[in-house]
């Protein structure tokens, strides 16, 4: 296992190059893969982080609310403190993967406790 090299930037100069309009996914992505962040619950998490794929108590059959953001994920999770969601990872995503998958996403849209208007991005079968 390698380690996961992400590019930051100040978020002002970030905005400029964002869509204007339309559907989109803001993620840190290059030709190959996209990043994605998930909590999971220790023994899934741990399993996952230790040997570099999932398998263990992860089940394949369940559905799975990946962030594209790290501090939305941190903030959804409860700062890792919310039952389950103890374990955050960065998912790395084969882009042909995570391409496959697009015409599959679904968005949620709400608020979160405190009135702020939040997106969720799921993927259906």
């Known amino acids: 296992m390698g380690n996961v090299n992400l590019r930051t930037e100040r978020y002002a100069d970030q905005v400029k190059r964002w869509p204007g309009s339309g559907r989109h996914i803001l993620a840190p992505w290059d030709g190959d893969s996209i990043v994605v962040y998930q ?4 023994r899934i998490g741990h399993f996952a982080a230790a040997r570099g794929y999932f398998g263990g108590e992860y089940s394949f059959n369940r559905m799975s609310w990946a962030k594209p953001n790290f501090l939305w ?3 959804r999770s409860g700062w890792g403190t919310k039952s389950g969601q103890e374990v955050t990872l960065v998912i790395l995503l084969k882009r042909a993967f995570f391409d496959s998958l697009a015409p599959r996403i679904n968005t949620t849209k709400g608020f979160d406790r405190v ?3 939040v ?3 799921r993927v259906t079968r």
């Open 39 to 42: 909590a999971y619950r220790p």
């Open 73 to 75: 994920m941190m903030c």
């Open 115 to 117: 009135g702020r208007r």
């Open 119 to 121: 997106v969720g991005v």
